[in-house]
């Protein structure tokens, strides 16, 4: 399927395990993003990436560690999950053209209970 | 980072109501995107306007760059444009990127 899909789309775990919230798009886009989104909120940026094997830290990035070993995929892993961490997850995409970027699309959500 | 502050926190309206919403930001940006946030918690893109006036169907949006502000129209509000509506802003400089997302407006529209 086009676009951007995420998987799982719900996930319940346990304080203390590890947890890789998987991010798939199809637009080859450059940038893709991570946020969190807590229950009354906006969204929080996590970690982004502007290419394969490039990313940076965003406003949250504590507890979190993400790869991008190719364009279409941004895995984000929880090493050892917390409660705070309990959260809907969004990933998002956009194309770009040196400082210019073009609009971002997200995904689904994936919607993580730590216990 | 940047501040992004949405105005009203919260909008009920009858079917039918025209509505405004506001977004100021506190520094200069390079990109200014409105989502909606349907019931369901899927996020959607309305409009990707940095600078200027862009409108499609019932919706309108305006950003001012220079006095850091963007504005969101609804007219002829439908129940279906309720939700939560988002402003996001981006500021790209060399070694240097910053994204910041507004708390939302969320729209309740009553039949």
């Known amino acids: 399927d086009a676009g951007i899909t995420q998987s799982p789309r719900y996930k319940i775990t346990e304080t203390g395990r590890q947890v890789t919230l998987m991010c798939h798009q199809t637009w080859s886009h450059s940038y893709m993003f991570w946020y969190r989104q807590d229950l009354g909120h906006g969204l929080r940026l996590i970690y982004y990436s502007a290419a394969a094997d490039i990313t940076d830290k965003g406003e949250v990035p504590d507890g979190y560690v993400v790869s991008r070993s190719k364009t279409e995929n941004f895995p984000l892993t929880l090493e050892s999950a917390t409660r705070s961490q309990t959260s809907v997850y969004f990933c998002?995409?956009?194309?770009?053209?040196?400082?210019?970027?073009?609009?971002?699309?997200f995904g689904p959500g994936t919607r993580l209970t730590v216990l | 980072g940047i501040q992004v502050e949405q105005s009203p926190p919260d909008l009920i309206l009858q079917e039918g109501a025209n509505s405004t919403l506001r977004c100021n930001f506190s520094?200069?940006?390079?990109?200014l995107q409105w989502f909606h946030q349907n019931p369901w918690g899927q996020l959607i893109n309305l409009f990707y306007i940095p600078s200027g006036t862009k409108q499609n169907g019932r919706l309108s949006a305006t950003t001012v760059a220079t006095e850091r502000y963007s504005l969101l129209y609804i007219s002829s509000s439908q129940t279906t444009d309720s939700g939560v509506y988002f402003c996001?802003?981006?500021?790209?400089?060399?070694?240097?990127?910053?994204?910041?997302f507004g708390a939302g407006t969320t729209v309740t529209v009553r039949a």
């Open positions: 520094d200069s940006v390079n990109n």
């Open positions: 998002a995409s956009s194309e770009s053209q040196g400082i210019f970027r073009w609009e971002q699309f």
């Open positions: 996001a802003v981006e500021r790209v400089r060399s070694n240097d990127y910053k994204l910041s």
